[in-house]
Structures are given as structure tokens and as C-alpha cells.
Nanobody
Framework: QVQLVESGGGSVQAGGSLRLSCAASTYTYSSTCIAWFRQRPGQEREGLATITTAGSTTYANSVKGRFTISQDNAKNTVYLQMNSLRPEDTAMYYC?????????????????WGKGALVTISS
């Protein structure tokens, strides 16, 4: 079991930045893939980025170059730094974990989910 808690959501103006955090209750080295997803109002959930405990990352094309996923293994925490935010980035953001994993990508099924953090971007 992996319990995940997101924090860092809030409201900013377009062009601003936010950093989301995902604290994991357990973080078994080399066996956990952490992903960030978002769900915009009225739309399906969208995978954004993933990171393995070894530090390998992947990004969806929609956020590549603006969002950065990173981790602090000592704190069992994964971050999503979001820059140059746009009104269309307004969404509920979720972190999710897959453990063990064979493919770490922002697609497919994830076993463990946080409750989400709301991000609102005003124009």
C-alpha cells in the first residue's frame, strides 16, 4: 500500500508558477513509479509526467518544457514545478503510484491515488 497526499495547489495569475508536492507514505527504492495527472472541468483525466525512484522522468507533450517533475527521496516526496501557467492549466491535480512497475509512463492504470490539489489560473 502507498498513501499519497498532494499539497501546494492554489490560485495564481496566468504566467505565474506553482509547485505541487506529493508526499508518499512509503517509497520502496527502485520499485515505485510516481505520476502526476490532472483533470480539467468536463474533461477526462490527463497524464502529465512520471518519475521513478531512480530519477528517470517522462513528460506528456502538453507540458514538456513548462512542467518539471522531481523528487526528494529522503522526504519520500515528489514535486511538480509548473511554470508559465495558463488558464487552461486550471484543473484538479493528482499524484498516483504504481508499484511494482514495468513501464513508468503517464498512461495506463495506477494502483494508488491521492485526493488531489486544485489549481486555478486566472487570466
Amino acid at each position: 500500500q502507498v498513501q499519497l497526499v498532494e499539497s501546494g495547489g492554489g490560485s495564481v495569475q496566468a504566467g505565474g508558477s506553482l509547485r505541487l508536492s506529493c508526499a508518499a507514505s512509503t517509497y520502496t527504492y527502485s520499485s515505485t513509479c510516481i505520476a502526476w495527472f490532472r483533470q480539467r472541468p468536463g474533461q477526462e483525466r490527463e497524464g502529465l509526467a512520471t518519475i521513478t525512484t531512480a530519477g528517470s522522468t517522462t513528460y506528456a507533450n502538453s507540458v514538456k518544457g513548462r512542467f518539471t517533475i522531481s523528487q526528494d527521496n529522503a522526504k519520500n516526496t515528489v514535486y511538480l514545478q509548473m511554470n508559465s501557467l495558463r488558464p487552461e492549466d486550471t484543473a484538479m491535480y493528482y499524484c498516483a503510484a504504481r508499484s511494482p512497475w514495468t513501464v513508468c509512463a503517464p498512461t495506463g492504470a495506477y494502483s494508488f491515488w491521492g485526493k488531489g490539489a486544485l489549481v486555478t489560473i486566472s487570466s
